[in-house]
């Protein structure tokens, strides 16, 4: 099994995807054996390359589900039909204290008893002599 470039897997589709991992995992499965059983250097050595291979169309792959997803979802947005949010794998990760900290409209509300307080006593502006 030669080395699986990345760029390559982007032309395929998802059922030529899906045929290849069926492969390599099958590939894997008779190296492990052959592991097992005491086969050859060069098969035990061919194992890094196939798990590699592996990763490589897992990883293709979930990336053209997710811009399909972000791709209908934007366009939804577009009509105003659908779903607005992101699902939450799809969305910012940021950090958990950001993603729970207030908005700035949240912040710069005011309490009624706030909003009387300012309108009855508003701060004081004093004429100085320079």
């Known amino acids: 099994m030669v080395k699986i470039i990345a760029h ?3 032309n395929k589709s998802k059922a030529e995807l899906l045929a290849q991992l069926k492969d390599l995992k099958s590939e894997l499965a008779t190296l492990r054996v052959a592991q097992v059983t005491g086969g050859a250097a060069n098969k035990i ?6 798990r590699k291979g592996i ?4 990883t293709v792959y979930r990336q053209t589900e997710r811009s399909a997803v972000k791709s209908k979802i934007a366009a939804d947005s577009k009509d105003k039909t ?5 699902p939450l794998d799809l969305r910012v990760k940021k950090t958990r204290a950001i993603r729970r900290a207030l908005t700035k409209e ?8 706030q909003k009387k307080r ?7 502006t004093f004429a100085l002599k320079a």
């Not at 050595?45 to 196939?50: A, D, E, F, Q, R």
């Open 8 to 10: 390559e897997l982007r």
């Open 45 to 50: 050595s061919k194992i890094k390359v196939v």
């Open 55 to 58: 990763a490589r169309v897992l």
């Open 82 to 86: 659908g779903k607005v949010r992101l």
């Open 106 to 113: 949240q912040k710069n509300k005011l309490l009624e008893k």
């Open 118 to 124: 300012a309108a009855a006593f508003p701060t004081r």
